[in-house]
């Protein structure tokens, strides 16, 4: 018997306190940023210029403005969109005439079915009961 304790249990506290504080350290150590593990991150630009085809389509975004325009139809514009980001993406939300728009912004090659083009970004729109699908750019 040391410090009060059997023999026995002696050993059997040493051996808890050392897991603890082998389990503290790997919690410790899993927390920690790493470089690659970590969720690449990306800051969207203020100015965007968006477009789809099937229906021809384009939106500038300036700020915190959207301007929204479809051939054969006249332009429309929100005076403010509220935009956040996360995930790797761009959300943009506004109301366009009375209806609601939805813009989602994802960094990844896009190609707009009609030329040879890339854009550094894919686009889904919602605008009202449409779903509209295009490419964006830097404005």
């Known amino acids: 018997m040391r410090n009060g304790l059997p023999d026995e ?11 603890i504080a082998s389990l503290a ?3 410790l150590t899993a ?5 690659s593990a ?4 990306h800051v969207f630009p203020a100015q965007l210029k968006l477009t789809g085809t099937e229906p021809f389509w384009s939106i500038a975004i300036v700020d915190d403005q959207l301007t929204y325009s479809r051939l054969g139809q006249p332009e429309r514009r929100t ?9 790797g993406r761009l959300v943009l939300n506004g109301d366009l005439a009375g ?3 939805s813009v989602v912004i994802a960094p990844g090659d896009c190609s707009d079915g009609m030329s040879d083009r890339t854009y550094p970004y894919s686009v889904k729109v919602r605008y009202g009961d449409e ?9």
Request: with cysteine; net charge positive.
């Open 25 to 27: 350290s790997a919690a």
């Open 99 to 101: 209806t609601a728009i």
């Open 38 to 41: 970590s969720p690449p991150t």
């Open 79 to 87: 005076a403010r969109i509220s935009r956040s980001e996360g995930e």
């Open 9 to 19: 249990r002696q050993a059997d506290a040493g051996m808890k306190s050392g897991m």
């Open 31 to 35: 927390c920690a940023p790493l470089g």
């Open 131 to 139: 779903m509209l699908e295009g490419c964006g750019s830097r404005r």
